[in-house]
C-alpha cells in the first residue's frame, strides 16, 4: 500500500512538475516579430544590357510593434565571353511605426549603383506617408507619398543633386495556399526639371515548393526619361529565382 501511493505521489508531482515546465515554455517563447526572404536567380535582361544574368537578393523585415524596419539588398552580374557586361547593386533601409490600421509614417534612404546603365551612384532620402487601403488576409492595396533628396553621379561625369518625391503603389494577392501575387509601381520626379523622372514597376508570382522553399517568376521595367548620353530609357528584367523564407 504504501509503495503504491509512494508511486502515486511521485506520477502526481512529475505531471504537475512536467505542466509548469510547459506552461513557463510557453510564457517565455517570444512571438516572432521578423521575416525575410534570400534568393538566388537567373535571368533574361534587354535593353542596355543583352545577357542572361544571375543574382543574390536578401528582405528582412523586423515588426517590433508598432515599429517596421525593412532592409533589402540586391546584386546583380552578367559575364560574358569573360567580360563583364553587367553589374549591379542596390540596398535600402526603411523604418516605419504604424498610426493606425490604414496609415503609416516612414523614413529611407536607398542606393543605387549600374554603371552598364549609366548611373555610378545614386543616394535618394526621403520620408513620406502610406495608406492602406485593403488590409485583409487575401489581399493588402496601399500607396505612399514621400519627400526627399536625391544626389546621382553618372558615369559621364555628370553630377546631379535635386529635391524630389516618390509616389508609391504595392498590392499583394493571396491567390491560394501556395500561390502569391504583387506588383509594386513607383514614379519619381525631379521637382526641378519636371522632363527628368522616373518610372519602376514589377510584377511578380510565386508558388511554394515546400514550406521554406518558393519559386518565383518576376517582371521589372524601369524608365530614365533622361538618361545618360548614350544609354536607352527603358530597360526591362526577367528573374526566374528561387525563393527561401524564414
Do not use: C
Amino acid at each position: 500500500m504504501k509503495f503504491g501511493m509512494k508511486n502515486l505521489l511521485v506520477a502526481v508531482l512529475a505531471l504537475f512538475v512536467g505542466q509548469v515546465a510547459a506552461a513557463q515554455t510557453e510564457a517565455v517563447a517570444p512571438a516572432k516579430n521578423y521575416d525575410g526572404t534570400a534568393e538566388v536567380s537567373s535571368m533574361i535582361t534587354n535593353g542596355n544590357t543583352k545577357n542572361q544574368t544571375t543574382g543574390l537578393a536578401f528582405d528582412l523585415n523586423y515588426k517590433p510593434d508598432p515599429w517596421l524596419v525593412n532592409l533589402k539588398s540586391k546584386y546583380l552580374t552578367t559575364v560574358s565571353q569573360e567580360v563583364q557586361t553587367q553589374e549591379m547593386f542596390e540596398a535600402s533601409g526603411r523604418g516605419g511605426r504604424t498610426l493606425s490600421p490604414q496609415f503609416e509614417i516612414f523614413a529611407d534612404h536607398s542606393y543605387l549603383k549600374n554603371r552598364f546603365a549609366g548611373t555610378d551612384s545614386r543616394h535618394v532620402t526621403s520620408g513620406g506617408l502610406g495608406y492602406g487601403w485593403l488590409h485583409s488576409d487575401e489581399q493588402k492595396l496601399r500607396t505612399e507619398l514621400s519627400l526627399g533628396y536625391t544626389h546621382e553621379d553618372r558615369t559621364d561625369n555628370t553630377k546631379l543633386g535635386f529635391m524630389s518625391g516618390v509616389v508609391g503603389l504595392i498590392y499583394k494577392w493571396k491567390m491560394t495556399a501556395t500561390a502569391d501575387f504583387s506588383h509594386e509601381t513607383k514614379y519619381m520626379p525631379n521637382f526641378q526639371t519636371s522632363e527628368d523622372w522616373r518610372l519602376t514597376s514589377e510584377t511578380s508570382l510565386s508558388a511554394a515548393i515546400s514550406s521554406m522553399l518558393s519559386s518565383k517568376v518576376s517582371w521589372k521595367y524601369e524608365h530614365v526619361n533622361l538618361p545618360t548620353a548614350g544609354k536607352l530609357k527603358g530597360d526591362t528584367t526577367t528573374t526566374i529565382s528561387i525563393l527561401a523564407k524564414f
